[in-house]
């Protein structure tokens, strides 16, 4: 059974940093395009990063550019999102996807697995 957890959320000023992390089980983790998504209350869900399945490429959107990296170490099976300079706007349920053999930035239709999220509130 393929798991994806989410972890490292939480309530954090405008300006701060935090760091989620996104532990897989149950798949062969480094044939895995990994990516985060969240939604903010009444709006769609959106894409906020990507890696490739092989690391070689990540992809940002254009709200996280400059401010979010992302990352993966493979031996743990944990893809990571590091945000800084987080913004009230940033607020939202984060999650992590999973896609087979993925670019990183494909729809979100096209993700395998995802996980249940974990809450980011930037409060000002």
């Known amino acids: 059974q393929v798991q994806l957890v989410e972890s490292g959320g939480g309530l954090v000023q405008v300006g701060g940093s935090l760091r989620l992390s996104c532990a897989a089980s149950g798949l062969t983790f480094s044939n895995y395009a990994m990516a985060w998504f969240r939604r903010a209350p009444g709006k769609e869900r959106e894409f906020v990063a990507g890696i490739h399945w092989s690391g070689s490429d990540t992809r940002y959107a254009d709200s996280a550019k400059g401010r979010f990296t992302i990352s993966r170490e493979n031996a743990k099976n944990t893809v990571y999102l590091q945000m800084n300079r987080l913004k009230p706007e940033d607020t939202a349920v984060y999650s992590c996807?999973?896609?087979?053999?993925?670019?990183?930035?494909?729809?979100?239709?096209?993700?395998?697995?995802w996980g249940q999220g974990t809450q980011v509130i930037v409060s000002s």
């Open positions: 996807a999973a896609d087979y053999l993925g670019s990183g930035y494909a729809p979100s239709r096209d993700y395998d697995y």
